[in-house]
C-alpha cells in the first residue's frame, strides 16, 4: 500500500492567486472551508501547496491532509475503496478533474474542490452533488496524455449519469489492468 505522508495543517498558511467559483471571479486571495465550528480550512492554499510540491492530490479531513502523487485516478480510487472516511465531508485539491475524477469525489462524499483544470461534465456533476467547485480553468473535456483524444477514463464514464455506478466502472476496469 503506498505510504501516506501527513502534511501539518500549518504549512497552509500560504495564499494563491485567485480561483474562480462556478465560474465567476473570486477577490479574495484566500477561501475558507468550514467543515464545523471550529474547522476550517484554506482551499487556496491547498492548491499552492499541491502546485508547489508537484502534487497531484490533497485531501484535508478531520484535523489532517494527506498528499497524494500518483497519477490520474489512482489516489481517489484507492481513498474511495481502502479508506473511504478520508473523501466523507474532505476538501480536496486536485491539479486536474475530469468526469472520472468528480465521480469519485462525489461517491466518497467530499464537501469542496480546488482544482487548476477542471472539465465541464466534472463541474456539473460535483455541483449536482452539492459539492461547492473552485476553479483556476475550465475546459470542455480532459485530454488524454498523448494529446490525441479525450482522457479514457471520462470518455469511459461520457453517459453515466450516476455516481455508484461511475464509482463501479472506475474500479472494475482500474483493478483489472493493474
Known amino acids: 500500500m503506498k505510504r501516506l505522508t501527513y502534511i501539518l495543517l500549518a504549512t497552509l498558511l500560504i495564499t494563491l492567486p485567485c480561483c474562480q467559483k462556478h465560474g465567476k471571479e473570486n477577490t479574495d486571495t484566500s477561501i475558507f472551508i468550514h467543515l464545523s465550528e471550529t474547522d476550517s480550512v484554506d482551499g487556496n492554499g491547498m492548491l499552492q501547496l499541491l502546485n508547489t510540491n508537484g502534487l497531484s492530490l490533497l485531501v484535508y479531513n478531520n484535523g489532517m491532509i494527506t498528499h497524494h502523487d500518483n497519477r490520474g485516478i489512482q489516489d481517489l480510487l484507492t481513498l474511495l475503496n481502502e479508506q473511504p472516511e478520508r473523501l466523507k465531508g474532505a476538501v480536496v485539491a486536485d491539479k486536474i478533474t475530469g468526469k472520472a475524477s468528480a465521480a469519485l469525489l462525489a461517491a466518497g462524499g467530499a464537501k469542496?474542490?480546488?482544482?487548476?483544470?477542471?472539465?465541464?461534465?466534472?463541474?456539473?456533476?460535483?455541483?449536482?452533488?452539492?459539492?461547492?467547485?473552485?476553479?483556476?480553468?475550465?475546459?470542455?473535456?480532459?485530454?488524454?496524455?498523448?494529446?490525441?483524444?479525450?482522457?479514457?477514463?471520462?470518455?469511459?464514464?461520457?453517459?453515466?449519469?450516476?455516481?455508484?455506478?461511475?464509482?463501479?466502472?472506475?474500479?472494475?476496469?482500474?483493478?483489472?489492468?493493474?
Request: aromatic share 6%; proline share 4%.
Open 112 to 178: 469542496a474542490l480546488f482544482t487548476n483544470i477542471i472539465c465541464t461534465p466534472a463541474k456539473e456533476l460535483l455541483q449536482a452533488n452539492g459539492i461547492e467547485v473552485y476553479f483556476s480553468e475550465e475546459v470542455p473535456m480532459i485530454i488524454n496524455r498523448t494529446g490525441d483524444g479525450q482522457c479514457p477514463m471520462d470518455a469511459r464514464l461520457q453517459n453515466i449519469n450516476s455516481v455508484e455506478e461511475a464509482a463501479q466502472i472506475l474500479s472494475t476496469e482500474i483493478y483489472t489492468n493493474l
